[in-house]
């Protein structure tokens, strides 16, 4: 079946820093590419879609400034968390479109504490 | 709108059979999707259906009605590790939108 790769998966870092999370489709082309982020024992709360090569669309009430997304190939879409705060610390996962079916597969996520 | 429901929480022993359903109204269909989401892990794919009918694989079946807008995701002879969420995912007619259910946390008992 179709893979989605994710790094990393865990990462902690101090306020006021950046850190960027890498999705890759290992064997498709995703045209469309998902960030998501969960609370624990909630759901899933889209944050964007991107698509590659042009702008990513925002949720509404997600800070593009502050979640930074390119989409720079059809295998690759990065999550650049910038200035975090605390209230950053969340479990992200990313999903990639295509692949049989054009279903969506998601990544393994990524554990983000801010300290 | 988009809309799809699930029922938050059921309870099953091991080794039986549950049923997990799921509704949903949304602007075009093009497909729904179940998905397994372990505590901590990421969702992963379990099957899609896009016509009506029963699609099994192994263990688990899906089944979809498109004129009542109805899906459920058959889990048989369960298992302890069965125990997750199950997230019912629709796509909307052009296939642009993935819309996620809540999700149904599923706890399977000795």
């Known amino acids: 079946g179709a893979v989605v790769s994710q790094h990393p998966s865990w990462v902690i870092c101090k306020s006021g820093t950046s850190v960027k999370i890498e999705c890759r489709s290992l064997?498709?082309?995703?045209?469309?590419m998902f960030w998501y982020r969960q609370f624990p024992k909630q759901s899933l709360m889209l944050m964007a879609t991107?698509?590659?090569?042009?702008?990513?669309?925002?949720e509404q009430g997600v800070e593009k400034d502050k979640f930074l997304i390119n989409h720079a190939s059809l295998t690759l879409s990065t999550l650049t968390v910038t200035s975090a705060h605390p209230e950053d610390s969340s479990f992200y996962i990313c999903?990639?479109?295509?692949?049989?079916?054009?279903?969506?597969?998601f990544g393994e996520g990524s554990w983000l504490t801010v300290v | 709108g988009q809309n799809i429901d699930q029922p938050t929480e059921m309870t099953a022993t091991e080794g039986a059979i549950v049923q997990i359903n799921c509704t949903y109204q949304?602007?075009?269909?093009?497909?729904l999707f179940w998905y397994q989401q372990h505590a901590g892990e990421a969702p992963t794919f379990l099957s899609y259906?896009?016509?009506?009918g029963l699609e099994e694989k192994g263990r688990f079946s899906s089944f979809l009605s498109r004129s009542k807008g109805y899906s459920y995701l058959l889990l048989k002879e369960l298992q302890m590790k069965d125990s997750a969420s199950y997230l019912c995912?629709?796509?909307?007619?052009?296939?642009?939108?993935?819309?996620f259910g809540p999700g149904t946390r599923l706890s399977v008992l000795p």
């Open positions: 999903s990639a479109r295509g692949g049989e079916g054009d279903t969506i597969y």
């Open positions: 064997d498709f082309q995703a045209t469309t």
């Open positions: 991107s698509n590659e090569g042009s702008k990513a669309t925002y």
């Open positions: 949304t602007s075009g269909f093009n497909g």
């Open positions: 259906n896009v016509l009506d």
């Open positions: 995912a629709v796509r909307d007619w052009q296939g642009q939108n993935f819309v």
